[in-house]
């Protein structure tokens, strides 16, 4: 959802009309490319409508900062760089969680299930169950985690707009919090239960857990603990101050 939150970017800037053909015309170039690599048919309807508008709208930021009146050009420049930030910041941040799991082979999620069990409810086979009965639910779940960048495009886009709103710069608020997060990830490294236990049966017993658990497949990230999209939504939410509320109701969504 990176380059449709670069698209939803370059909407919410005002872009002029030149930068609506450039926008289009790369758009259109990016297609291209993709079918000529064959790419379209490994790539979803979805993605590949995402993937060609992203890109346009990359290109057409690029001409808002060439060619646009001299002040609005600091704000494309400002926004244009925000974009290629949520670019660069989704292809490091898969490297970095796949180091993880290469550092970290052993992981805590047995401890984090012995604390969890003291509750007297088991959370994760709760809530497998509840998406195993209700598809809905799940799938609706999974489009608002997959979104959560468009949340953070609508902040970007809007905070010049609110400076005597906006206290904290939701750009380096998205830094901070994610620099956080990854160092947490790997003062406790969890890869969560889907990857341990087969929740297809009542939960074993803790004891158990601890004595046998032991080295995790590698190819999980450990990116359980804490939960980045949690703090984020969080943050979408405590940033979107000033918005129409509209805005916010569906910022509260996330």
Known sequence: ???????????LVRPRPFMWLAASAGAVAAAAVFY??????????????????????LLGLICGILWAPEDRRRAFRVHFLQAVL????????????DLSSAMWPTTFDGDVYAVSHTLGVNPAWWMYDLFQNQPWLKNLCK???????????ILFATAPSRPSIQTIDPTRAFLYCAAGGYALYNLFPVVGPIFVFNLNVPPPDPAE??????????????????????????????????????????????
């Open 86 to 97: 949520l670019l660069i910041f989704a292809l490091v941040a898969w490297t970095l969680l």
């Open 36 to 57: 000529a690599a064959g790419l379209s048919a490994t790539l979803s309807t979805k993605l590949f409508i995402q993937n060609s508008l992203g890109l346009g709208a």
């Open 209 to 254: 857990v601890l004595s046998q658990l032991g080295i995790i497949n590698p190819s999980p990230p450990r990116n359980c603990m804490p939960s980045l999209h949690t703090a984020w939504s969080l943050l979408v939410v405590w940033l979107s101050r000033g918005l129409p509320r509209p805005i916010r109701l569906l910022t509260g969504i996330f």
């Open 143 to 153: 489009l608002i985690y997959d979104a959560l960048p468009l949340a953070f495009a």
């Open 1 to 11: 959802a990176v380059l449709a939150a670069i698209f939803v970017i370059f909407l």
